[in-house]
């Protein structure tokens, strides 16, 4: 037998990858998107590319230090797409930069526009030459015919020309490349039929006119759409605070009498520096308010306009807006950390994931103008050869083809002028701008609603998940629940043999106390001792759990014995040591574990409670439990509700919990879940594994909505993570969707909004199909011989315009959403 050496069984690291974010310009439809990801997946040490038309931002998946960002753009630059790296400091300055550079190309798009338009209005006016005006007869001549077709080449036309030759050559073909292409042809036959007549030709000078009027209308429309729809998003970027007023030396018994304070740019503030924020200002960073009393506008977080109030302790964040009171704030967060900034990246980085569905249409944009050529070419070859002898009437009413193939004169036509009128028109109608807009502009749109309303939605492919969800999972403790559950009853057992306890003599029956009843002297200290050790073992750990049973020894006023040796089991326990002995506090699992032993009495009265809708801690010292508290976290307000509305919408809903089964069903009772899709009894770490076999019984997608916390795994393992932001990165990280106010209905915002973006792209990607299935036909003179209809070059760059407007309006339309 032949030894493998040790170090083949050894698997290599998976190397660590770093993201790189270009801003390109020039790309046009979607065969430049992908152009560009060929460009750079061909760049060695690139390991992904993807590229967003709509927001001209390319993001790169490389190793660590292996691919130099500037040569990336370099690469680019090269093939003809101006690029440039985007450090993570130039978002701001990118904002300016990009407003700046759309307004100077609307205002040169509607300059070149007016050109078309006046070139467009004397070539229409030309056609009254037959009235006696002679005025009119001389537009009516068809040498100022020709100097109209070769005005609008040389100034509108220019810059469709010079794009589509450089796409042509760096062997990248565009929708400008079939424009050029198709009004160059039209102008060159115009100009043989003018200086040889004795050809026969039709001079259609107006078609070159036509169809760059159409097409430049058409793409200033859609520009300023696009404009539109990225709105949301330049706003996002405009909550960032620039400045920053730095309290230099603060004196913490002086920091709020009218301390002095220096401007500084804000990402120069550092954690743990004293900030001044005065009424109306921006909240530079995040941050804890250290002195003051103020509300803030949370709108742009939370997506509610209420304002909120905050004091001394209270924490704030980056972008808010101090409303009536002047604070200081110490900064907990700066830069690139703060909240804030985590939802921008986040909403960037969700305009540029793909949908799957959108594979299809990339993949056809890649080949489109390829196909379209050959198309073209077919078309002609077809007509010039077989067409105009299989027809020969089609030589009389093709001779007046105008917008849309009315028959007009019964001049004869040329077979070979058909046959390039029909080719023309076939490069013209097609339309890859359609299809490269359909996805981008319909996720910018939704993911910037969704970022105004407190919704972040990680990009296309969770839409398309969306869609697709049957199941919503729910965490029960603080995602149905308030999370702020309060102690309502107290059990003490004396089972303690122990010479050293720290309870006082204690009756031989187990006694039921609630806090608010009057109690014995003799009971209330009971009661009181085993508050106090409770809450000694809860300080060593932070959980609902352990917060509810600290505040009510802390409103009892009670002093809390020190403890040490602390351990915290998730989901099951904790335990430490007070005054020598060492105290377990937990469910039953935990204290079996442990070999403590529960009385079926103790048993009997923790069922009480649990079915009640109450937790039950068990308490013990050594080996014998010595009490039980029971703890009640009430359903949220709007829980009842958004269970109903996810009903409704055809989803079923399920509650997963840690809990006893009893309080888990008293819970799902409340709200309207039925007892059969409640799973209780789970601890954290088996959560992904519960929702992982969920996924494979079921036939549609898993969501799980839970806190961010403890619930990541099974937000990591489900189909769709729903996290209700809890101020920390993890939420951010695991979920596919986070809610950043403290709703539980946005919940259902959030897939309500889903559904409705990508239906969105779907209605897109229909009509950018369904435009070309129908208009290249047309446009090939698939009806000219039995109708006598076919679409004319000016016709189909007209079509061909209106399905990028469609497309992009369509996805603006999106901003009419609200919620069912």
Known sequence: MQLVPKTQLVSEPTPTLEKIILDVGGMKCGGCVKAVERQLTQHSGVKNACVNLATEVAVVESEVGVVDADALAQRLTAAGFPSQPRKASDKVAKLATTAAKQRQQMQAAFQQLAIAGVLLFFSGIGHLGNFDNPIFMGLNNIWFHCGLATVALLIPGRPIFVDGWLGWRRNAPNMNTLVGLGTLTAYTASVIALLFPQMGWECF????????????????????????????????????????????????????????????????????????????????????????????????????????????????????????????????????????????????????????????????????????????????????????????????????????????????????????????????????????????????????????????????????????????????????????????????????????????????????????????????????????????????????????????????????????????????????????????????????????????????????????????????????????????????????????????????????????????????????????????????????????QLQANSAGKIAMVGDGINDAPALSQADVGIALYSGTDVAMETAQIVLMSDRISDVVGSIQLSRATFNKIRQNLFWAFAYNTIGIPLAAGVLLPSFGFVLSPSGAAALMAFSSVSVVTNSILLRQFNRG
């Open 205 to 692: 000078f107006d078609e070159p006119v036509m169809m760059l009027g159409f097409i430049i209308l058409g793409r200033t429309l859609e520009q300023q759409a696009r404009g539109k729809a990225a709105a949301a998003f330049r706003q996002l970027l405009a909550l960032q605070p620039q400045t920053a007023r730095l309290i230099a030396n603060p004196e913490p018994e002086h920091i709020g009498l009218g301390v002095n304070s220096v401007d500084i740019p804000a990402e120069q503030v550092r954690v743990g520096e004293w900030l001044q924020v005065l009424p109306g200002d921006k909240v530079p960073v995040d941050g804890e308010v250290g002195f003051g009393q103020t509300t803030v506008d949370e709108s742009m977080l939370t997506g509610e306009a209420v304002p909120v109030l905050k004091q001394p302790g209270d924490t704030v964040t980056a972008g808010t807006i101090n409303q009536s009171g002047a604070i200081a704030i110490q900064a907990t967060r700066t830069g690139a950390d703060t909240t804030l900034a985590h939802i921008v990246a986040l909403v960037e980085a969700a305009q540029t994931r793909k949908a799957p569905v959108q594979k299809l249409a990339d993949t056809v944009a890649g080949y489109f103008t390829y196909g379209v050529l050959t198309a073209s070419v077919l078309t002609f070859i077809f007509w010039y050869f077989f067409g105009t002898h299989i027809w020969p009437d089609v030589a009389f009413s093709s001779s007046g083809m105008e917008m849309m193939g009315h028959v007009a004169h019964n001049t004869p036509h040329s077979p070979l002028l058909i046959s390039l009128k029909l080719a023309i028109a076939v490069m013209v109608v097609a339309c890859p701008c359609a299809l490269g807009l359909a996805t981008p502009t319909a996720i910018l749109v939704g993911t910037g609603i969704g970022a105004e309303r407190g919704l972040l939605i990680k990009g296309g492919d969770v839409l398309e998940t969306v869609h697709q969800l049957n199941t919503v999972v729910f965490d029960k403790t603080g995602t149905l629940t308030t999370g702020n559950p309060t102690v309502t009853d107290c059990l003490v057992i004396e089972e303690i043999s122990s010479p050293h306890s720290l309870t006082p003599s204690l009756p031989h029956s187990l006694t039921q106390h609630g806090l608010n009843a009057p109690l014995p002297l003799t009971a209330l200290s009971t009661q009181h001792s085993l508050l106090q050790l409770a809450a000694a073992v809860e300080t060593g750990t932070y959980h609902p759990l352990a917060k509810a049973i600290k505040q009510a020894a802390q409103q009892q006023q009670l002093e809390i014995p020190e403890a040490v040796d602390f351990h915290t089991e998730p989901g099951m326990g904790v335990s430490a040591v007070v005054a020598g002995q060492t105290i377990l506090l937990g469910n039953w699992d935990w204290l079996s574990w442990h070999g403590v032993s529960v009385s079926e009495i103790a048993k009997q009265q923790a069922y009480q409670l649990a079915i009640a809708g109450k937790t039950v801690v068990g308490v013990a010292i050594g080996n014998n439990l010595v009490g039980i508290i029971g703890v009640q976290d009430t359903p949220r307000t709007d829980a009842q509700a958004t269970v109903e509305q996810l009903q409704h919408m055809g989803l079923r809903v399920m509650l997963l919990s840690g809990d006893r089964p009893e309080a888990a069903n008293a819970i799902a009772q409340q709200l309207g879940i039925n007892g059969a899709n409640v799973i209780a009894g789970v601890p954290p770490a088996k959560k992904a594994a519960v929702i992982q």
